[in-house]
RNA sequence: GGGCAGGUGGCGAAACUGGCAGACGCGAUAGGCUUAGGACCUAUUGCCGCAAGGCAUUGUGGGUUCAAAUCCCACCCUGCCCACCA
């Protein structure tokens, strides 16, 4: 750890040069098995970015830590049969030994770990803040339970329906549980992307995600029911008039039961059976669309009841539905078969009718049959006097005539914080039978997660916390009477949602971060990470900024200016797992080529956003080209060949602009052509300008040759170099030479040569007058300095 | 089913804003160097041809253009994410 030259040692207080750069990469999560490739890879490629930024002035922050909290590294305990605590403490060595070895430019004075109480003691001022702001909440939800493993599971743990670990079938088992109230930030966190420079693919991902979309609620008087009437939900108000009959889900139905409702007998069972299906959740194995929806039958029951459709006081039967979704709208839709494919299906399997009233063929009079519902656009008929009216226009003209309330939903949910686990930060809460649900005092905090000997999950809903007496008693900070801790743990997300705000302040006892650090440091101007945090971490992320921000704890709302994510690495055309047993293991590879090869291969591999193939034959190039640094360093010094400096100043863009365009393959082709080039000849000063070009990808190559050209301080803050335009543009220039379009000749000549000039000589060449044999041209296109194309 | 990314030599991949397709690297072949092997150096590496030269070619089929890997339309395939969201 100690051996690491500390080049990068900001300034935290007031950054020098050109000002304050933060680069941050996503921290990993520690396993057991050290540090993954993909890891390294993500993180080679931010340190490029970085240490070009350090050379170019800016004073550079590039902190790392460990999200060592979580079911990850609590399960590999579990497997083991170590505690938790234990195992974060040797893994973390670990981590920051293979860290230290690949050569980042890493502030290591500013690590942090998230399961340090002092990081955690403020994850939980966090949540406190939440709840005394009324940001979070309790209510239930549904989570995964394995009935062998007697514990909640996390959604990543259940493969296939099953629990990775026994593979007993995992149930669905209704808890009360801690939320926070992102869904309330849904418009900000979706209008905001607009004013952030990340990759459009994340952007879009986190539009779906939240999933905005208008409607109108209508209202349908029932005859029949216990209720007076019933709303639903629709984007399409233009298709009322097709409504032939409603749907509502099961857990409505249940309600309406549950509050007295006389239904006939079977439609109890069939409730019953639905609410049972769902607690399976849907597995993975299942493959598309034709098992999750249109193969999966879908089911329903007559009610008994009718509603009345308020455009047109048709009568329509009401129905439960297993297709209809509790969770998202009112929990109950109009359903319109011929304009709904999921309608549809139902409507033909019950013989319930299908009403045209949106037709694409207007203005002819005949609507097409048919087999399968029409959801696009079009014209309405059958639907009295908004007849021919385009089906977008009647939107607002059927909900308007009905007062219909306009109603945005999003699919976003409320953010689901409880664990009902061990290792993670114990939600500081108490519970008092008189005083309700109070917050612990925040002089209080932190609660320390007990050192307890049992962390085995408990088999009964709680987590293993609940089983420490010691614990759990304490008094109500309200009334001082006796009162009980929350047991359960927060969810490893907020540890990670709010981590960069702290790294420039971590040693602060006083608060999470200090507002004068928070000023001069954030946001982070470039963040670099995995796609696969596209919504989770990134949308809360987002969401705590916004949070902080609105309690004027800073003043941005958005915590990354610039977001890149990497692409994925995979080995030999296929996806890295243990199972295939072809997992790079970045030590291996360290010490028989070391960091510098390893770092230089995998930017090699192929386009740092794209991700790349891991071929362990492809090192020997990258080998192959150190050596050769190594060479014409260890060579004579001499003049360069009349290209030299062409090439010399055209490497310089090149390899500029491609690192800040993170194209870190086509840098280093740039690198080995520039390399040949000072092969044929070279002095100091091409020397140093290759070996500054090279230092961000080869760190430690590059520095102990600055070394030896007799250089005392670090090549890593040298400055990074120049160009001239002028000097990129060679004097000749290749002309190609088309007839037709196909290439028949090439010359060389001056460039700047005119069109004229340029005409004149193509039309001389042999060649081409022997291919056009005295015809006249139709046409001479001339691409100055490029191109002539003779068109006959 | 939806969203996103992608499909180019034996392989990893390049190609700015439409202007020489295959840069750079791996592998392969031949030669040099070497006692030998490795390393290294040189040349070749889409097809035909001794060569000059010719021909083909960027998943498939159409189109636009003097000119298309690149733009437009339709389709096929692969990967990732989401998925009964009314």
Not at 653 to 664: A, F, Q, T, V
Not at 672 to 682: F, N, Q, T, V, W
Not at 736 to 754: H, I
């Amino acid at each position: 750890m100690e051996k690491h030259p500390k080049i990068y040692e900001p300034d935290l207080d007031s950054p020098r040069g050109k000002g304050k750069f933060y680069n941050l990469m996503m921290f990993p999560y520690p396993s057991a098995e050290g540090l993954h490739v993909g890891n390294m890879y993500a993180f080679v490629g931010a340190d490029i970015y970085g240490r070009k930024k350090r050379m170019e002035g800016y004073d550079v922050f590039e902190p790392i830590g460990l999200d060592g909290f979580g079911i990850h590294s609590e399960n590999y305990a579990l497997k083991i049969g170590k505690h938790p605590k234990k195992v974060a403490e040797t893994t973390a060595k670990n981590f920051y030994n293979q860290l230290n070895l690949i050569g980042n430019g890493f502030a290591w004075d500013e690590r942090l770990e998230t399961y340090d109480p002092d990081y955690y003691k403020w994850t939980q001022w966090i949540f406190v803040q939440m709840f005394k702001k009324g940001l979070a909440y309790r209510k239930k939800a549904k989570v995964n339970w394995c009935p062998k493993c007697l514990t909640v599971l996390a959604d990543e743990q259940v493969l296939a329906g099953e629990c990775e670990r026994c593979a007993s079938k995992v149930i669905k088992k209704e808890l009360e549980q801690w939320f926070f109230r992102i869904t309330e930030y849904a418009e900000r966190l979706l209008n905001d992307l607009e004013k952030i420079d990340w990759s459009e693919n994340v952007k879009i991902a986190q539009k779906n995600w939240i999933g905005r979309s208008e409607g109108a609620e209508i209202v349908f008087s029932l005859e029949g029911a216990s209720q007076p009437s019933i709303t639903v939900f629709t984007t399409r108000p233009d298709t009322l008039f097709g409504a032939t009959y409603i749907a509502i889900s099961p857990e409505l139905a249940k309600s309406w039961l549950d509050s007295g409702w006389q239904a006939p007998a079977d439609v109890g069972a069939f409730v019953g059976r639905c609410l049972k299906a769902r607690e399976v959740p849907r597995s993975d194995e299942e493959p598309s669309f034709a098992e999750a929806t249109a193969g999966k039958e879908k089911t329903g029951i007559f009610t008994g009841i009718y509603a009345v459709n308020p455009v047109n006081q048709e009568k329509i039967p009401v129905w439960v539905a297993d297709y209809v979704l509790a969770g998202y709208g009112t929990g109950a839709i109009m359903a319109v078969p011929a304009h709904d494919q999921r309608d549809f299906w139902f409507a033909k399997k019950y013989n319930l009718p299908i009403k045209i009233v949106i037709c694409p063929n207007y203005p002819e009079k005949t609507c097409p049959m048919l087999d399968a519902a029409y959801e696009g656009e079009g014209h309405l008929v059958g639907s009295g006097e908004f007849d021919r009216m385009p089906s977008a226009e009647a939107r607002r003209a059927i909900a308007g005539k009905l007062g219909a309330a306009i109603k945005v939903n999003y699919h976003l949910r409320d953010w689901l914080i409880s664990r009902q686990r061990y290792w993670g930060p114990p939600i500081p809460m108490i519970h008092c039978e008189k005083c309700d649900w109070q917050p612990v005092p925040e002089e209080d905090l932190p609660v320390l997660l007990p050192d307890v000997k049992d962390f085995h999950p408990t088999g009964t809903d709680r987590s293993p916390l609940a089983t420490v007496e010691s614990f759990v008693k304490t008094k109500c900070p309200k009334c001082r009477g006796a009162a009980r801790r929350e047991t359960d743990v927060s969810d490893t997300f907020l540890d990670s949602a709010w981590y960069f705000f702290r790294y420039p302040d971590v040693e602060n006892k006083k608060e999470p971060f200090s507002q004068a650090r928070a000023k001069t440091w954030l946001p982070v101007d470039m963040y670099i990470g995995g796609a696969e945090h596209a919504v989770l971490h990134l949308l809360y992320t987002r969401f705590l900024t916004k949070v902080f921000h609105d309690w004027g704890l800073v003043d941005f709302d958005e915590p990354f200016r610039k977001f890149r994510a990497h692409g994925l690495l995979i080995k030999n055309g296929a996806k890295m797992s243990k199972s295939r047993g072809n997992v790079v293991n970045p030590d291996d590879y360290i010490k028989k080529y070391g960091a510098d090869v390893f770092r230089m291969y995998l930017m090699f591999l192929g386009p740092f956003e794209q991700g790349g193939d891991f071929r362990d034959e492809g090192i020997a190039g990258v080998v192959r080209f150190l050596e050769r640094v190594r060479r014409v360093f260890g060579g004579a010094q001499k003049g360069m060949a009349d290209d030299g400096e062409v090439i010399l100043h055209r490497s310089v863009k090149k390899i500029s602009e491609d690192i800040d365009g993170l194209h870190y393959n086509t840098a280093i082709s740039q690198l080995m052509i520039l390399l040949s080039a000072l092969e044929s000849g070279c002095g100091e000063g091409e020397r140093k300008i290759f070996l500054k070009l090279l230092a961000p990808f080869a760190p430690h190559t590059a520095e102990e040759l600055w070394r030896k050209l007799g250089e005392n301080d670090s090549i890593h803050r040298a400055s990074w170099p120049e160009y001239d335009e002028a000097k990129t543009r060679s004097a000749t220039a290749v002309i190609v030479v088309q007839v037709n379009g196909k290439v028949r000749d090439k010359f060389e000549t001056d460039t700047g040569a005119s069109d004229r000039e340029l005409k004149d000589r193509v039309l001389l060449l042999p060649r081409i007058k022997e291919i056009m044999k005295g015809a006249m041209p139709k046409n001479i296109i001339i691409i100055p300095d490029h191109l002539v194309n003779i068109v006959l």
